[in-house]
């Protein structure tokens, strides 16, 4: 019992002896993006933090999806030895249609990350009105909710037959009293 | 020969009833309990329980057609509505369901503040009580900012900006806190497993400290906290059918609401836009956030679950009557008006623009 444990002590050490070296490579592997905020109107702001770098790199920041790369700007990573990285803030331009993007950080050097960022309408296209959604022939209208005579008559009856189960159930006498 | 004689001569109702009985125990559930705990004020607990039932069945239909991510999250929800079978009726009934539930289980806290039936020794079941209403609430909170809409995602942007002041306790509203994932996504998983996980184990809590104590004694001038446990004239399966009886007419008023008022859903959300008000059980906290700022999200509903918190604490006296636990009563009542008052305010003020 007593060498079991010992052989359990020896095989974790060397595990963590092992397992730390590799833990501590990947960490200073392949440069790392972040975007803030992760949805964003067209026409905003948004904060890209990148770490895992080298200091003096220098990564072109694109905005890309299937239709195209629009490109955001330059930032240049500060920092020491590997663990430098940046923070820089790029205006997504107005005319950038609502979905999904990859915001693409990219050197010379072809060293890349990337990061999800979704895109809504510019701020001045907010509704708060109900849904709108566009019909086969492509015009616009607002979401319909009609319900038609049998789904009513179905929901009505559904709700009669819980009423006059659940009252039957509240208002039932004790069994055996 | 004689006895099997007599068991086929017993009644279909009654034979299945043993048969099930022998197998499943539910003689078990026939213990006694006082004549009180089946009155309606006794039982919004329980009704808020089989609302959950409810919730819990349309809430797995809705998930087969739902998309927690932010590009296809509203566009799923209209597909829902419009493409789904049943799929716009079954969302409002989880929609008005999660409003009667809200209700209730407001209600059933306040019923409890009012008899003091948090004294002794029912005071870790207060506790257990107050986490189930938290629970409640985020789950009405994430389940608003699922259909992503413009009051959804208004709703995503003032947490995550409330979130950023209470630093590492907000980080899990950070893009940073998962890279692979988006917020949306994993405020979906909170509403589909870890609320729900939180809620089964805090009600299985709730419910082992009920029994154990049993309900509240009956208010009177005189009444003093105690144990009731295996007291009463009634018993706990006449308890059930009522629950159940409640419950079922929670399900009849959340479909003819249904049918009525369909559940909303407004415009794909737009962000950094503040059009749209907070839900009803939220929009109370609306004149605070534009006295104080987004800081007013949290320390506001800090500070009442605090008092909350503090209620077993302060009152200490054994007694259940409101008229011999004035200060208690008043200051609730202030705050319960002041919290109304704050709401109906909101209701009547124009949208205003809170986020910075």
Known sequence: MGSNTVRALVFLLLLVEFALPATAALAHGEPVIAVQPEVVAAGAEITVTGTEMEAGEVFVITLESLSGSTPLGEATASGEGEEAGFAATFAIPTDVPPGTYLVRALTEEGETAVADLSITLPVDQAGAGAAIVRDPSGEL??????RTTGQAIVVVLLAAISVGLGFWLVRSREVGS | MDTVT????????????????ERLGLQSFRYSVPEHANSLPYLLGGITLAGFVIL?????????????????????????????????????????????????????????????????????????????????????????????????????????????????LGS?????????????????????????????????????????????????????ARSTAG????????HLRRLAGYGLIVLALALLFSLVFPAPIGQPGVAGAEVTKPGWMFLWLFPAEEAWGARALVIVPVLLGLLLALVPILDRSPYLSPRRRKALIVVAGVLLIAIVASGVTAALQPVEAHLE
Do not use: C
């Open chain 1, 141 to 146: 209208h607002q979401l319909e909710r009609p």
């Open chain 2, 6 to 21: 007599a068991t086929r001569s017993e009644p279909g109702n009654r034979r299945l009833a043993g048969w099930l009985n």
């Open chain 2, 56 to 168: 819990i069945l349309t809430g797995i239909y809705l998930a087969q057609f739902y998309h927690p991510h932010p590009t296809d999250a509203h566009q799923s929800v209209v597909y829902l509505i419009t493409a789904a079978p049943l799929g716009d009726l079954v969302r409002s009934i989880h929609f008005w369901t999660a409003q009667i539930v809200t209700v209730t289980v407001l209600l059933h806290m306040l019923r409890v503040l009012f008899t003091g039936a948090y004294k002794r020794p029912r005071e870790v079941n207060w506790y257990v009580g107050l986490g189930l209403l938290a629970v409640t609430l985020s789950l009405v909170f994430t389940g608003t900012v699922l259909k992503f809409d413009q009051e959804g995602l208004e709703a995503l942007q003032h947490n995550k900006e409330a979130a950023e002041l209470i630093a590492a």
């Open chain 2, 172 to 224: 899990w509203f950070s893009a940073e806190f998962s890279r692979s994932v988006p917020l949306l996504t994993r405020l979906f998983n909170a509403h589909v497993t870890i609320l729900p996980l939180f809620f089964g184990l805090l009600i299985a809590a709730h419910i082992y400290l009920i029994k154990q104590h049993g309900i509240s004694p009956k208010v009177t001038p005189d009444a003093v």
């Open chain 2, 231 to 238: 007291e009463g004239r009634s018993r706990f399966d006449v």
